[in-house]
């Protein structure tokens, strides 16, 4: 069978040839070429709310700036690629390579003489093999103090015509707020075909300030992660909420010898004096000169673990359950929730990241098929049509759509099924049929048949309500295609 993928292209072949010549021949050609790109996700939130710090994290380096710095303002792209490089695309004439310098505090980049307001976005080309996976997007505060601004993010996300140019969302909330909420309704409009709740996942940033540093601060940050993620309204807009504590995050993944010797000295206090000293920003910065550390070291390590962190490292230190700076680290990753967001992004964006880019790529298509009718056109709009209502990937994105906005009704334990059935919880077949991710091959076989049986069932009963038989087939579909795919192995 052809692959949605293949599909697509090939409806781009037979698009390119009716435009071409106009001025949107090479608007297809690089929306075609998108396709072959890595999926582009889009870190959205309000202003300081983690974004450039958990961007970083991600990354695995500090790149983009964080805190000051007017670069903060501007729409800046991430990009692996061969050479170091930036591209300055301003509102005004053709995009220029812009001079860049790297300080320890990320990457500064030199405007030339350009104001934030006149640059529409910067392209960051940087080699690295977490940008291979996806290509990263940095945007400005929504609701920041200037309204400007914010409608540059908010034109990135939601803008009118259909075409995003990002491809998934990662949305950092830092407390549940109502102009959260409001943004991502406009980001997902209602239509069944248009974007779902697939395509964003909700961070609960900053996760370490919930508890002010307290060590169980993370299993708070748990509980309210998972109230919002089971809101009524935050479920119809993103596919789950996930804590991370992102500053620690970006410092796991940067953490220096240096920073863990400075540690070493803390841990090796009692754990009652680290607590006298974790009293107060002062306290931390000026008490204790046995410790050896300068202020100016200390005012750094707060800045780069913050309270929550310091309390953490010491711990592990002094327990010894990390001796060396990358085991360290590697607990770190664990703690700041940054393992868990990964595995997330993992399950839901990059294993599907097929359906999401043509997804991307046939509403662009359809839009210029739409607003610039010409011969040819009108079969070709057919075709998306067709990829869109037929292709089995987007069924389940739009039954997933319809039970996050309530539009399935069915005993609770049912629709958990169905979510998990049509790749809800990730794509692969174990997370479909709530499996252990190791189980055999015969287990998944005999799962999937089960639920093959119980859903053909559902599907025929006439006391079935009308939507959930729908949904059915689609399940049906789905477990199909998790034998046939089982039966390829074999
Ligand atoms: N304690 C703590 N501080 C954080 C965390 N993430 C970010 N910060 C701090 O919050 C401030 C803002 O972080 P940024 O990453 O610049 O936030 P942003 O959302 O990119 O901000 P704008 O681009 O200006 O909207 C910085 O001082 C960060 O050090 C976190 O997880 N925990
Ligand atoms: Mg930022």
Aim: aromatic share 4%; proline share 4%; charged share 25%.
């Amino acid at each position: 069978m052809t692959s949605l993928l293949d599909r697509t292209r090939a409806t781009f072949v037979r698009a390119a040839a009716v435009y071409r010549g106009t001025p949107y021949a090479r608007m297809l050609d690089e929306t075609a070429a998108r396709l072959d790109e890595p999926l582009r996700v889009a870190i959205a939130g309000r202003v300081k709310s983690g974004k450039s710090t958990l961007l970083n994290a991600l990354v695995g380096e500090r790149l983009a700036p964080t805190d000051a710095g007017e670069c903060t303002r501007i729409v800046t792209w991430y990009l692996d690629g061969h050479t170091y490089q930036v591209m300055l695309h301003p509102r005004q004439g053709p995009p220029m390579p812009a001079r860049f310098s790297r300080e320890a505090d990320a990457l500064e980049v030199d405007l030339g003489g350009l104001s934030p307001q006149d640059v529409s976005e910067l392209m960051i080309t940087w080699p690295s093999r977490a940008l291979r996976t996806a290509t990263l997007i940095d945007t400005p505060g929504i609701g920041s103090l200037s309204e400007r601004v914010s409608q540059r993010a908010w034109d990135l996300l939601a803008s009118d015509d259909e075409e995003t140019p990002a491809d998934a969302v990662l949305y950092l909330m830092r407390h549940l707020h109502v102009g959260d909420v409001e943004f991502l309704r406009a980001f997902h409009d209602t239509e069944v075909s248009r974007p779902n709740p697939i395509n964003a996942i909700g961070v609960l940033s900053r996760a370490d300030e919930i508890g002010v540093g307290r060590a169980d601060t993370m299993r708070s940050a748990h509980t309210i992660a998972e109230r919002l993620a089971g809101d009524e309204v935050v479920r119809r807009v993103v596919q789950t909420v996930v804590p991370v504590a992102g500053l620690l995050a970006e410092t796991a993944m940067t953490l220096t010898e240096d920073e863990v010797g400075q540690l070493r000295r803390i841990a090796g206090r009692s754990a009652a004096e680290v607590e006298g000293l974790l009293l107060s920003v002062d306290r931390f910065v000026n008490s204790m000169p046995e410790l050896g550390l300068t202020s100016l070291e200390r005012e750094r390590l707060l800045a780069r673990f913050g309270v929550f962190g310091i309390r953490q490292c010491s711990m592990l230190l002094r327990r010894t359950v990390a001796g060396t700076a990358s085991e360290l680290a590697r607990e770190l990753a664990a703690i700041s929730g940054l393992d868990d967001l990964r595995s997330v992004l993992r399950s839901l964006f990059y294993e599907r990241r097929d359906v999401l880019k043509s997804r991307s790529a046939l509403l662009a298509l359809d839009s210029i098929l739409r607003s610039q009718p010409r011969q040819g056109s009108q079969a070709v709009a057919a075709e998306v049509e067709e990829i869109i209502s037929s292709a089995h990937p987007f069924n389940e994105l739009r039954v997933l759509s319809a039970i996050r906005s309530g539009g399935i009704q069915g005993k609770s334990e049912v629709i958990a099924e169905l979510e998990h059935l049509i790749g809800g919880a990730g794509t692969s077949a174990a997370l479909r049929l709530r499996l252990a991710p190791d189980a055999a091959a015969a287990e998944i076989t005999e799962a999937a048949a089960a639920a093959l049986l119980r859903w053909q069932r559902r599907a025929e009963n006439p006391l079935t309500r009308h939507e959930l038989s729908t949904a059915a087939r689609v399940a049906i579909r789905s477990c199909e295609g998790i034998l046939a795919a089982g039966h390829a192995r074999r």
